[in-house]
């Protein structure tokens, strides 16, 4: 599998922690792709605007070496185990600082539109997309022609 081209290995390695902890689980999407997300992300980052491009890796960053600052805990995001970054993820989408849930929200929100657009959670969730544009073709010409 090939690496990231746009995020550094430190950068991705956070990245990753965050992917493994946010991911949908269970009714058939337990399949192994956070490798396969974290590439879609940073084949995306060059189509960010730029001053995203450059925010995106300082946020990361953030959210890797805020546990220090929010939970009085000695570790970093990456030295959590799952569940443990599961909890502290939460905490940052329901914070009632804006500049917090703001970045959970972007980072949350990169993380589903690559795990829900990959083929196997398309598949695991019975979604054609050839299937439905041909169908919806069809109906409205059967619509246009009546």
Do not use: N
């Not at 890796?57 to 995001?77: D, I, Q, Y």
């Not at 959970?104 to 299937?131: C, D, I, K, N, S």
């Amino acid at each position: 599998m090939s690496r990231p081209r746009h995020l550094s290995p430190a950068t991705a390695a956070i990245l990753r922690a965050v992917i493994a902890a946010i991911r949908p689980r269970g009714h058939g999407f337990d399949q192994p792709i956070e490798e396969e997300v974290l590439l879609e992300i940073d084949r995306s980052l060059p189509f960010f605007p730029r001053s995203m491009q450059r925010m995106f890796p300082l946020g990361l960053h953030v959210l890797e070496w805020s546990p220090l600052l929010f939970t009085g805990s000695a570790t970093r995001l990456t030295r959590m185990g799952r569940e443990e970054t599961e909890r502290y993820f939460d905490g940052w989408l329901h914070s009632r600082l804006a500049p917090r849930r703001m970045l959970a929200l972007g980072v949350r929100a990169l993380v589903y539109l690559a795990f829900f657009q990959h083929p196997t959670v398309l598949e695991a969730m019975e979604v054609r997309w050839g299937e439905r544009v041909s169908e919806t073709v069809r109906l409205r010409a059967a619509t246009l022609s009546s």
